[in-house]
């Protein structure tokens, strides 16, 4: 099946400090990738949605200017939490689909942010 | 807009038993359904899906889900429980875009 992979798999980091995350298909060629937040016990909230090389898609309620989110190439989404304070700390989740994934979003494996 | 109702967010059952987690969708067009397994502090996996065609789906790990359009529901089934099937299950919707819409989960435990 097809594989996403996300780095760093967990961060801690001073508050007001920014975090990058970065979200990578392996094997195939994403034209999509979606960008997800977990609060611990309760599902996915989708945060934005990104196509290669146009700008991203929030969610209604979603900063776009605190979560910076660059689709630059066909493997690789990046993620910034800017100016990070402790209610941002969650479980961030990527996906991806496109090429030869088809219309089925595969998911990264998570990076758990903690901002002190 | 697309929906997803997980009845039940916590499901207990032992091990050789029967595994059911219910799932109903609300969609106004024709669903693609999906059901993912997420274990502690990873990301989600995707256990099966509908599209179209056969409404019986069998997916990985001896799972199964039935997709009845009358019923609006995605049942998610498997015969045998083991305790590797402790985890939390997502049963997801999306329609025909890229917005998919999650359930609030459901967490199965298996006891011995």
């Known amino acids: 099946g097809a594989v996403v992979s996300q780095h760093p798999s967990r961060v801690i980091c001073k508050s007001g400090t920014s975090v990058k995350i970065e979200c990578r298909s392996l094997?195939?060629?994403?034209?999509?990738m979606f960008w997800y937040r977990q609060f611990p016990k309760q599902s996915l909230m989708l945060m934005a949605t990104?196509?290669?090389?146009?700008?991203?898609?929030?969610e209604q309620g979603v900063e776009k200017d605190k979560f910076l989110i660059n689709h630059a190439s066909l493997t690789l989404s990046t993620l910034t939490v800017t100016s990070a304070h402790p209610e941002d700390s969650s479980f961030y989740i990527c996906?991806?689909?496109?090429?030869?994934?088809?219309?089925?979003?595969?998911f990264g494996p998570g990076t758990r942010l903690t901002v002190l | 807009a697309q929906s997803v109702t997980q009845l039940g967010s916590h499901v207990s059952v032992s091990e050789g038993a029967l595994v059911l987690l219910r799932c109903n969708y609300s969609?106004?067009?024709?669903?693609?359904l999906f059901w993912y397994v997420q274990y502690p502090n990873q990301g989600l996996q995707l256990l099966l899906k509908?599209?179209?065609?056969?409404?019986l789906v069998k997916g990985i790990n001896g799972f199964e889900a039935e997709f009845k359009k009358s019923e609006t529901s995605f049942h998610l089934t498997k015969p045998s429980a083991h305790m590797s099937d402790a985890a939390e299950y997502f049963c997801?919707?999306?329609?025909?875009?890229?917005?998919?819409?999650f359930g609030a989960g459901t967490r199965l435990t298996v006891k011995p």
């Open positions: 996906s991806a689909s496109g090429g030869g994934a088809g219309d089925t979003q595969y």
């Open positions: 094997d195939f060629q994403a034209t999509t």
């Open positions: 990104s196509n290669e090389g146009s700008k991203a898609t929030y």
């Open positions: 969609s106004s067009v024709p669903p693609y």
């Open positions: 509908y599209t179209t065609g056969a409404t």
């Open positions: 997801a919707v999306r329609a025909n875009n890229n917005d998919m819409r």
